[in-house]
């Protein structure tokens, strides 16, 4: 079995079907409502730079990390592409090496700290974070719901078939961890014209609020929202992905 995003990185951009367009100006309108005006922004998590790069061509200084080098390969390429000055670096979250108070801002977006599957985990990002951002700084990030994880998530297989390329995705969930593991198998097409089978697995951990409520007062932040995505709602359980809004408060 290959690291998570080994396989899916060159693949990613094409198969995930998001707006990033929309996400960004969502994200742009909550910094907005909780009177936050950034400066210097991490993109925490930042994959390919789906967040990263058009936020840069917005003129907002931003640093990319993610855990996996496949990723941040193909966000240089595409930040080269598009000539923006950002730095992508490879990090773990759980070890984030920037000096104290260098962000007034950090994003984690599509699901980031699901990825994160121990309080153990959960709690040494959140010191990281908090080490690294501004007083009164913001994290906005997001987690897969119970609804996602449990109910479309949960145990069940999806397939595709491209031009170059072909997966299965297998999943389980463990309901007495809450945990979801996801084994994805590729077919990836070679210049001899075969395929190659690649595997790898990736598991998301259930997050509740209320868990990120115990998390973040005892790691120095409050939570100002919880939102259902792309919206201003209260988060609910029929929710697909909740948003969360933390200010650094001590």
Request: hydrophobic share 35%; charged share 20%.
């Amino acid at each position: 079995m290959m690291q998570a995003y080994s396989s899916l990185a060159q693949f990613y951009d094409e198969s995930i079907g998001v707006d990033y367009g929309e996400w960004i100006v969502y994200l742009l309108s909550l910094m907005l409502r909780h009177g936050h005006l950034p400066d210097k922004i991490l993109d925490l998590g930042c994959g390919t730079g789906n967040l990263t790069i058009p936020l840069a061509q917005r003129g907002y200084e931003l640093i990319g990390v993610d855990l996996s080098s496949q990723m941040i390969e193909v966000a240089k390429a595409k930040g080269s592409q598009e000539n923006v000055d950002v730095s992508f670096q490879v990090q773990d979250m759980r070890d984030l090496e920037f000096p104290p108070e260098t962000f007034t801002t950090v994003i984690s977006g599509c699901d980031v700290l699901n990825y994160l599957t121990t309080p153990e985990d959960l709690q040494a990002t959140f010191l990281r974070v908090h080490r690294v951002l501004q007083p009164g700084g913001l994290w906005l990030f997001d987690l897969n719901s119970a609804h996602k994880l449990q109910n479309i998530y949960g145990d069940e297989s999806y397939a595709d078939l491209q031009e170059d390329y072909g997966y299965f995705w297998d999943n389980s969930y463990d309901w007495n961890q809450d945990l979801c593991q996801m084994e994805l198998t590729f077919f990836v097409k070679t210049s001899s014209g075969l395929y190659e089978r690649k595997q790898e697995i990736h598991q998301q951990k259930l997050w509740w609020p209320r868990e990120i409520d115990k998390m973040a007062q005892r790691t120095g932040f409050t939570r100002l929202a919880c939102y259902n995505f792309l919206s201003t709602v209260p988060w609910n359980e029929e929710a697909e992905r909740w948003q969360f809004v933390l200010r650094k408060s001590s």
